[in-house]
């Protein structure tokens, strides 16, 4: 079912799956099995930030569904993701700073991460590999896909503009006064839209 990197310490030159010691850098990229997806590394319009996330990978201008470091881009180049011994997913700049991280988020040891076919990238125990200690459907960004559950603290957040992925003004999610309804926010503080209860 995965696909198995040859060494540890390793960068991952096809397939799925970042495994133990792994790393993902450059151009490399991992694919979902039936090649819907890609995971890698871009730079809107050929700028000097680099982000790291997720797009699809058969449409001629780059789709992207998922970005890690949104808020903190690689500047210059593209950086490194790297699954630890540890178990710890790390997004590094090219001079070896930690500009994203999961490993705050969890508490169990992964053994290997996985891009699906639904484009969710997720982190499977090292105790028990049916488990999951993250993916990033829980994590979403600004777009929602078939499969993805929405609801309690999470939010979608706009796009700076078409060519930078940082987090923009408007934030979609469930209305903090607890109605069960959804609402658009402008700036965090101004009701835009709100659905029927």
Known sequence: MFIHLKSYGAAVQAGDTLSLGSS?????????????????????????????????????EK???????????????????????????????????????????ISRKACRAVLLDSDNFLMLSDDNEQETVW???????????????????????????????????FSFHMDPSGAKQLVLTWNNSVQYWKSRT
């Open 24 to 60: 993902l850098a450059g151009n490399q990229t991992l694919n979902s099995k039936n090649g819907t997806f890609e995971f890698g590394f871009f730079s809107p319009n050929g700028g000097n930030n680099w982000y790291s996330g997720i797009w699809y990978a058969n449409i001629a």
């Open 63 to 105: 789709t992207t569904v998922w970005v890690a470091n949104r808020e903190n881009p690689a500047r210059n180049k593209s950086g490194i993701l790297k699954l630890s011994r540890q178990g710890k997913l790390r997004l590094f700049d090219a001079e070896g700073a930690s500009i994203w991280s999961v490993s705050n988020s």
């Open 135 to 169: 993916q990033s459907f829980d994590n979403p960004v600004d777009t929602l896909l078939p499969g993805m559950r929405f609801g309690g603290q999470q939010k979608l957040v706009s796009r700076k503009n078409s060519l930078d992925p940082a987090p923009g003004l």
